[in-house]
Each structure stands twice: as C-alpha cells, then as structure tokens.
C-alpha cells in the first residue's frame, strides 16, 4: 500500500508540470478524495504539501493568494471528510476555492468583488468539471481496487 501512495504522490507532483490547462488538475481533487484512502491526519495533508513543494519550481504566485489557496487544499479534505459525500464535497469544496482564492485576488487588486467573482466563474467552472473527472477516475480506481481484493481474498480463503 505504500508503494501504490509513493507512486500516487509522484505522479501527483509531475502532474504540475506537465501543463496542463489552468485550473484543470487531479491534485485539488486528491485533496478532496484522500480522506477515503486513510484516516491519517498527516497524510490528508499532502496535496498540500505537493501544492507547496512544486510551487517552487513553477512561476511565483503572489504570496496572499498562494496561501489562501494553501487554506482551501488544507480545507478540503476535513469538507470531504464531514460531508461524506464525494459529488456534495466537490461542489463545496469548489465553491470554498471560489469564495476564498478570489475574495484574496480582490483583497490585493483594484477592482470590485463582484467583478472578480464574475471573472473567476470560468476557471472555477474548468475546475470544477476537472476535479469532478479527478474524482471519478480516483473512485472507479478504488472500486476496481477493492473488487480485486475481494476477488483474491475469496481465491485464497
């Protein structure tokens, strides 16, 4: 189970460069569906992390708005958690993303919120579909997973 996390964390973080069209990433939907792969705190955490780490490597981002999307990676998974809902979790957890990230991008900018809120719906929309697709391949995945733990428990009992 560690090797398969390793490879997950790995292909996570290449996932941030291989460009990819903004705000269309498997790494927020992680973030959401991680809760249901383990019950450790810490590793709930590690889309964030991953988010962290990367960043140093990508184009800078304002530091008011790169920690606020660092609060909302943190968020989501306690939302998932709380909701136990993959498809309710992903729309509040967007709809969190949306609120803070760009309520931050108002905060240091110069135009008025509802603009910026206006602004944002096409990305937030792009990355709402995109974690909605992170999120059914990662749970077809456990599926699959677990109908082939249970097959082989079954072979060998």
């Known amino acids: 189970m560690l090797r398969n996390f390793s490879i997950l964390i790995i292909i996570l973080m ?13 790494l ?6 991680i809760p249901r792969l383990t019950e450790s705190r810490l590793a709930q955490f590690i889309p964030a992390a991953i988010l962290i780490i990367t960043n140093l ?10 920690f606020s999307m660092i609060f909302v990676f943190m968020c989501a998974p306690i939302i998932s958690k709380s909701i136990n809902n993959l498809l309710l979790s992903t729309i509040t957890s ?18 008025s ?3 910026v809120y206006t602004a944002a719906i096409p990305f ?12 059914a391949i990662f749970y077809f995945s456990e599926q699959m997973y677990l109908k082939e ?8 009992a």
């Open 149 to 156: 733990k249970l097959i082989n428990h079954n072979q060998n």
């Open 28 to 33: 927020f939907a992680m973030a959401i569906f």
């Open 94 to 111: 967007v709809l969190v993303w949306h609120l803070v990230v760009n309520g931050s991008i108002w905060l240091i900018g110069d135009v």
């Open 113 to 115: 919120l509802l603009e």
């Open 14 to 26: 290449c996932s941030r460069f291989i460009g990819l069209p903004a705000n269309f990433t498997p």
């Open 57 to 66: 490597f990508l184009e800078p981002v304002n530091n008011f708005i790169f």
């Open 124 to 135: 937030d929309f792009r990355l709402l579909i995109s974690t909605s697709l992170y999120i």
